[in-house]
């Protein structure tokens, strides 16, 4: 995709979210426990399909073990040496418990997979959250109204209102700088001016 120009921007974040919404919908009307939670058939075919993306998006890189660390292959992979392919569907193919006893078994392999699937466990909490939200759009597409904004002087009242709660609470607990008289006088003076 090559983005020319915030139109092209715009257009591009206008198809997405229409493909959120379409894939939501087919989501919804096929499981409509998504929401309060999806059987686990479901949800490992959801997370697939995140997978997938995530893998287009990272491909798999090379690695060359020396002298014990892993070196990343940048440009033409050398033919000697130990060399290891590492993709997120490598990382994530080790439970949690594999991938933590590889802490003490291959430390090297360890911190590259554990990138990998902290940054993997994230967009697919981003793309989860989109799809929930679109999901909660669809049953409930109630637009939520703001109430109209308030005429300045009517706002500044109700501040004020705020203000002497919170000078009574601060006072209550032994702010010494709190003094409701002498709060009342300033508010007067405020309004006093014309």
């Not at 939200?133 to 409930?140: N, T, V, Y």
């Amino acid at each position: 995709m090559t983005i020319r120009s915030y139109k092209d921007a715009s257009y591009n974040a206008a198809k997405a979210g229409d493909s959120v919404a379409e894939s939501a919908k087919f989501i919804n009307d096929n499981c409509p426990t998504f929401l309060d939670g999806a059987p686990e058939e479901v949800m490992s075919e959801v997370v697939d399909g995140i997978l997938l993306r995530y893998s287009e998006r990272h491909p798999a890189q090379t690695y060359l073990r020396v002298d014990g660390n892993l070196v990343l292959c940048k440009g033409k992979v050398p033919e000697k040496g130990e060399k290891l392919e590492v993709s997120i569907f490598s990382a994530m193919s080790y439970s949690q418990q594999q991938h933590g006893q590889m802490k003490n078994t291959d430390p090297m392999l360890y911190a590259v997979h554990g990138k990998l699937r902290t940054d993997f466990n994230k967009y697919k909490s981003n793309v989860l959250g989109s799809i929930r939200k679109a999901i909660k759009q669809l049953i409930d597409p109630t637009d939520r109204t703001r109430a109209a904004t308030a005429d300045f002087a009517v706002w500044i009242v109700s501040e004020f209102e705020t203000i002497k709660t919170r000078c009574k609470n601060a006072k209550a607990r032994g702010d010494a700088t709190a003094d409701s008289a002498l709060l009342d006088r300033q508010i007067k003076a405020f309004f006093a001016v014309k």
